[in-house]
């Protein structure tokens, strides 16, 4: 695996507050690398800096030696990177293939002058959205309800929804927030089989999750924060044997590493 993603000194204050501290990580190419700590750590605030939603206060972000600095997410969006979060955002007044499928319109859509006399052209491109939309809810056991509005679906069923949506640009860099969060057992199985899924299709992916037997089967390697400071970074085993990440995190050590 060679360096994909890089964060480097990061830090991110507001007002007097220091939500991240001088944070240094790497996601490697094809690499799920996961992010844990307790709540008010920072891993949504690093997270909302990788995305271009909060500009960070000192430090550097780099997609394949590009520095990101700076860019809004609609550009890091470009860029092909996408977010989650940690609840379902999508649009409850849309079917399920409507919604996956308006997410496509700024990659596919022609431009205005374009579309006042090409009809055809967008009629047709609306149709291979809606296609494009069904083969991504195939793709993560949605297919059956491709027809129901948002609104009706079971809050596992919109976290799947969401994670649809989000990859429905083809993003090179998924970033992951608590994408288990409120979901059963039989749920969470169905997760991790399509997250594992986009990751063997080449989608590297940083995940911020508390579900640990959802980390310690999935990721590759995991970074731990803890105060807003970096306390750790290793594989599955590493961590669970820290006794820096068991006093701040786990409690106790954990099992099922994958």
Same mark, same amino acid.
């Given at each position: 695996?060679?360096?994909?993603?890089?964060?480097?000194?990061?830090?991110?204050?507001?007002?007097?507050?220091?939500?991240?501290?001088?944070?240094?990580? =790497?996601?490697?190419?094809?690499? %799920?690398?996961?992010?844990?700590?307790?709540?008010?750590? !920072?891993?949504?605030? &690093? /997270?909302?800096?990788?995305?271009?939603?909060?500009?960070?206060?000192?430090?550097?972000?780099?997609?394949?030696?590009?520095?990101?600095?700076?860019?809004?997410?609609?550009?890091?969006?470009?860029?092909?990177?996408?977010?989650?979060?940690?609840?379902?955002?999508?649009?409850?007044?849309?079917?399920?293939?409507?919604?996956?499928?308006?997410?496509?319109?700024?990659?596919?859509?022609?431009?205005?002058?374009?579309?006042l006399f090409?009809?055809?052209?967008?009629?047709?491109?609306?149709?291979?959205?809606?296609?494009?939309?069904a083969a991504?809810?195939?793709? =993560?056991?949605?297919?059956?309800? %491709?027809?129901?509005?948002?609104?009706?679906?079971?809050? !596992?069923?919109?976290? &799947? /929804?969401?994670?649809?949506?989000?990859?429905?640009?083809?993003?090179?860099?998924?970033?992951?927030?608590?994408?288990?969060?409120?979901?059963?057992?039989?749920?969470?199985?169905?997760?991790r089989v399509?997250?594992?899924?986009?990751?063997?299709?080449?989608?590297?992916?940083?995940?911020?999750?508390?579900?640990?037997?959802?980390?310690?089967?999935?990721?590759?390697?995991?970074?731990?924060?803890?105060?807003?400071?970096?306390?750790?970074?290793?594989?599955?085993?590493?961590?669970?044997?820290?006794?820096?990440?068991?006093?701040?995190?786990?409690?106790?050590?954990?099992?099922?590493?994958?």
């Amino acid at each position: 695996m060679t360096d994909f993603f890089r964060v480097s000194n990061l830090t991110k204050n507001f007002g007097g507050v220091v939500a991240i501290s001088d944070v240094s990580l =790497v996601v490697r190419e094809h690499e %799920i690398l996961g992010i844990i700590g307790p709540n008010g750590a !920072g891993k949504s605030t &690093l /997270l909302n800096i990788v995305a271009g939603f909060y500009p960070q206060t000192a430090g550097t972000v780099e997609l394949k030696g590009e520095r990101l600095d700076g860019l809004q997410s609609f550009e890091r969006a470009h860029r092909r990177i996408a977010r989650t979060f940690q609840r379902p955002m999508v649009f409850p007044n849309l079917t399920a293939q409507q919604c996956v499928a308006s997410a496509q319109i700024g990659k596919r859509m022609p431009a205005m002058r374009e579309a006042l006399f090409l009809r055809r052209h967008v009629a047709s491109d609306k149709r291979q959205r809606m296609a494009n939309a069904a083969a991504i809810l195939t793709r =993560v056991g949605l297919l059956e309800r %491709i027809d129901a509005l948002a609104s009706n679906l079971s809050h !596992g069923d919109q976290m &799947l /929804l969401q994670l649809a949506v989000a990859v429905s640009n083809e993003p090179e860099l998924l970033l992951l927030d608590e994408p288990a969060s409120g979901l059963n057992p039989t749920e969470l199985e169905k997760l991790r089989v399509v997250i594992q899924g986009f990751n063997e299709e080449g989608v590297t992916i940083m995940m911020v999750e508390h579900r640990m037997e959802l980390v310690m089967s999935l990721c590759h390697r995991i970074v731990v924060l803890n105060k807003g400071e970096q306390i750790a970074e290793g594989t599955c085993t590493e961590i669970q044997n820290n006794p820096h990440v068991i006093e701040a995190y786990l409690g106790t050590r954990k099992t099922g590493c994958a």
